[in-house]
């Protein structure tokens, strides 16, 4: 069935004459099974060429309105509800209002932001360094040069145990509050609230109270062409950017390590400004970036709870009991183990054959024995390598243990066999000769 000229109002017209719109006389009439009919004044209706042909004043008028739809044979084909469901439906990406948690990448929100009351996940121990891996990986030495640069040092001593309601209860309550004159931090230590100026909170845990503490702006220039220069120049923006993309071993080393340990709070795969602030400090030795506001920022937003190394040096600083209850943290280090599900090494690497994965900017992987220490100096001019340079060390390395190896001496066995010997009489001097015993054993003179 074809829809009726019911009315006509608001449908473009086209035709002789200043007649206007025949509406009120088109819209009393119905069309008839063929779809056509006929109005006053000769006017010829057709629905399904969506057109109606009228006379006004001896001039023909023509007006242009959708054509007729078969609604009977459309329907057919859908449930109820379904032709207008289908209709709305966007095959674009969702918009902003329809994602309940929009992930982000922003230095201050890095992981996912939660309510406050639906944070209530279980604190995770912070990780330790593996003076074993670090050492068999050649960077132990790169990684304490980056840990002093950054005024570290206690910090990273501290391997004292962490304990769950410490950390959850600390971490959990922990505000920061930026003003001009006096940045203060808030938290409580279990029951107990405490409010403490930003100054004491980094003598608490041992940094420098140096720098700006004011929120490090989106991309800043500096840190922009710091992670451009130990990437490679991965053309990536900061929030976009990857700890696997740095590609000298102990700043990686030294990044994962501030992820967990330092931050607090942190996701283990993303960069952020908070880590290149802190990489920057390493490796220039410049401090224009307060470190323990970072440390704050972190700590007050929402994610996943880390930082009980923290929450501990805080108890220590104001002298407060540690509850004998509390259930102690099981303790966590940057091992072989942990370094390969961080892709840093090969999963077959093993801790005395460890195989280095080196990521290029253009997404190609280089498979790299350790250790490297004249490729992987972290006090070289260039913080990273082309794939050029490292194919070129690798051929001179691989040609000089080949020529190490043919000109080896050959080893020789120096046993010499005499005939109709069976064995030596001769005793090696040792305790067990006589000429080492006292001389009061000795027989008399005859």
């Known amino acids: 069935m074809g829809f009726a000229a019911a009315s006509l109002e608001g449908f473009p017209y086209r035709g002789s004459g200043t007649g206007g719109f025949a509406t009120e006389a088109l819209s ?8 056509h009919t006929r109005g006053p004044g000769g006017a010829v209706i057709d629905c399904n060429k969506g057109m109606v042909t009228f006379n006004v004043d ?8 959708p054509k007729r739809i078969d609604k009977k044979g459309k329907m057919k084909k859908f449930k109820f509800g379904e032709l207008f469901k289908k209709a709305t439906t966007s095959t674009g990406r969702p918009s902003r209002a329809s994602t309940q948690i929009r992930r982000s990448y922003n230095e201050d929100v890095i992981a996912p932001s939660f309510a406050p009351e639906e944070d209530h996940g279980a604190p995770n121990a912070s990780s330790f360094p593996c003076y074993e891996f670090l ?3 050649g ?17 990273v001593g501290d391997e004292r145990g962490q304990y769950y309601r410490l950390t959850k209860v600390f971490v959990e309550s922990f505000k920061f509050h930026n003003t001009e004159y006096e940045p203060t931090v808030a938290f409580k230590i279990y029951d107990i609230p405490v409010t403490m100026k930003l100054e004491e909170f980094c003598c608490a845990l041992g940094i420098a109270p140096v720098g700006t503490a004011r929120r490090i702006d989106d991309n800043p220039r500096d840190l922009l062409e710091l992670y451009r220069g130990i990437t490679g120049d991965d053309c990536r923006t900061i929030q976009r950017g990857k700890i696997r993309n740095i590609q000298l071993p102990a700043i990686k080393y030294f990044a994962y390590y501030i992820g967990t340990s330092i931050l607090g709070r942190e996701n283990t795969s993303n960069i952020s400004s908070y880590h290149l602030a802190f990489l920057n400090v390493a490796l220039t030795g410049e401090t224009p970036y307060h470190l323990g506001s970072l440390i704050a920022r972190r700590l007050s937003s929402r994610g996943p709870i880390f930082g009980g190394t923290i929450a501990l040096r805080i108890l220590t600083h104001l002298d407060i009991p540690l509850d004998s209850n509390d259930v102690p ?3 966590r280090k940057l091992d072989i183990a942990a370094m390969k599900s961080h892709r840093f090494v090969t999963t077959d690497s093993t801790i005395d054959n460890m195989v280095y994965r080196m990521l290029f900017a253009d997404g190609n992987e280089k498979e790299i024995p350790l250790p490297q220490q004249g490729l992987f100096n972290i006090d070289r001019q260039s913080w990273s390598l082309t794939k050029e340079v490292v194919e070129e060390h690798m051929k001179i390395q691989e040609f000089h243990q080949q020529h190490d190896s043919e000109n080896a001496e050959p080893s020789y066995d120096y046993t010499v066999t005499y005939p109709d010997v069976s064995s030596s009489t001769y005793m090696e001097p040792g305790r067990s000769s006589s000429y080492y015993e006292d001389t009061t054993s000795w027989g008399p003179w005859e």
């Open 28 to 35: 009393r009439r119905r069309v008839n099974a063929g779809g």
């Open 58 to 65: 001896d001039k023909e008028h023509t007006v242009y309105f």
């Open 135 to 137: 050492t068999n990986a």
């Open 139 to 155: 960077i132990l030495d790169d990684f304490f040069t980056l840990v002093n640069r950054a005024g570290l040092a206690t910090y």
């Open 329 to 331: 943290l099981t303790p």
